[in-house]
C-alpha cells in the first residue's frame, strides 16, 4: 500500500525546488493509501504539476487536491488561466498539440485495490 498524500507531498515538494517562486496549495482529504506505482504516480504528477507552472497563471498558486473516498483515490491540479475549450480536448493529449491558454483541471481517479486476475 501506498500512502498517496505522503507521496504528492513530497513530489510537491521537489517540484517546488527545481520552480523557484511558484507556490502550489495542497490539501488532502479522507483516507488516501491505495495500491498504485508510486514511481508512476510521481511522473504523472511531475508532469501534470509542471504544465501547470508552465502555462498557468505565474503570480497564482496551482492546486493539487488528493482525496480517498469509498473504493477510490483521487489527485486533481489546477491551474489558473482561459479554460481550454471542449474542441481542444480530443487533441491535446497528442504529441506535438496544445491548446490556447486556459484555466485547466486535471483529475486521475484510482482504485483504491487493484482487479485480482
Known amino acids: ?66 482525496a480517498g473516498s469509498g473504493e477510490d483515490v483521487s489527485i486533481e491540479v489546477v491551474n489558473q488561466g482561459p479554460a481550454i475549450p471542449p474542441s481542444a480536448m480530443r487533441r491535446i493529449f497528442e504529441p506535438l498539440e496544445r491548446g490556447p491558454e486556459a484555466e485547466t483541471v486535471f483529475t486521475v481517479r484510482l482504485p483504491r485495490h487493484s482487479a485480482s486476475p
Open 1 to 66: 500500500m501506498v500512502d498517496l498524500g505522503a507521496l504528492v507531498a513530497a513530489e510537491l515538494d521537489q517540484l517546488c525546488a527545481a520552480h523557484a517562486g511558484r507556490r502550489v496549495a495542497l490539501e488532502i482529504t479522507g483516507e488516501t493509501r491505495t495500491t498504485c506505482d508510486g514511481r508512476r504516480i510521481q511522473q504523472m504528477l511531475g508532469n501534470l504539476v509542471g504544465n501547470a507552472f508552465k502555462y498557468g497563471e505565474p503570480a497564482t498558486a496551482v492546486k493539487v487536491l488528493g
